[in-house]
T-cell receptor
Framework: QKEVEQNSGPLSVPEGAIASLNCTYSDRGSQSFFWYRQYSGKSPELIMSIYSNGDQEDGRFTAQLNKASQYVSLLIRDSQPSDSATYLCAVNNYGQNFVFGPGTRLSVLP | GAGVSQSPSNKVTEKGKDVELRCDPISGHTALYWYRQSLGQGLEFLIYFQGNSAPDKSGLPSDRFSAERTGGSVSTLTIQRTQQEDSAVYLC????????????FGSGTRLTVV
């Protein structure tokens, strides 16, 4: 059974702080890792993808991957109230289906 | 259009009726996924189509659920003899098959079984 786990939250951070979201996965064959943001009542939207160990940065977002520990994280710097959403971690083995975690609800307090 | 299109956006049906949900993927995307999301829950994988390969049906919850993809493009998810527990948002996504498939989601069909 391939599983992706996340803390359900809610994770509350003050505006301007760094939000750290974590995800672990069980399938060692996983090759691609994604973070999606989902606002209430909306569809998920892709915000970050990472394929190799280390960090990948895009603006205020940094994805971190450690395949040995089967761990992927998302850091959001200078958090804004507009970042308040549910963040879904997804894992993919090339050519196979995506497996999503249950999501972490983030609340950025003004 | 440029995005994944799903129809209908909302569907209310009586328990025991059959429903069909439609997904038009982004042109050229070879992979198509169906997920469902119950209120406050994560995404539950249902079925995955990749080109002409046999679909991965491992996520379908019962034999009341089926899906097809005609001509490698449009997909239809059919739920027979609907039950109240089938009420959820059904999301379709499509992507290219490459090293980093980046699926794009449609806006979903909200199914309510009464």
């Amino acid at each position: 059974q391939k599983e992706v786990e996340q803390n359900s939250g809610p994770l509350s951070v003050p505006e301007g702080a760094i939000a750290s979201l974590n995800c672990t996965y069980s399938d060692r064959g996983s090759q691609s890792f994604f973070w999606y943001r989902q606002y209430s009542g909306k569809s998920p939207e892709l915000i970050m993808s990472i394929y190799s160990n280390g960090d990948q940065e895009d603006g205020r977002f940094t994805a971190q991957l450690n395949k040995a520990s089967q761990y992927v994280s998302l850091l959001i710097r200078d958090s804004q109230p507009s970042d308040s959403a549910t963040y879904l971690c997804a894992v993919n083995n090339y050519g196979q289906n995506f497996v999503f975690g249950p999501g972490t609800r983030l609340s950025v307090l003004p | 259009g440029a995005g994944v299109s799903q129809s209908p956006s909302n569907k209310v049906t009586e328990k025991g009726k059959d429903v069909e949900l439609r997904c038009d993927p982004i042109s050229g995307h070879t992979a198509l996924y169906w997920y469902r999301q119950s209120l406050g829950q994560g995404l539950e994988f249902l079925i995955y189509f990749q080109g002409n390969s046999a679909p991965d049906k491992s996520g379908l919850p019962s034999d009341r659920f089926s899906a097809e993809r005609t001509g490698g493009s449009v997909s239809t998810l059919t739920i027979q003899r609907t039950q109240q527990e089938d009420s959820a948002v059904y999301l379709c996504a499509s992507s290219y098959r490459d090293r980093g498939p980046r699926n794009t989601f449609g806006s979903g069909t909200r199914l309510t079984v009464v």
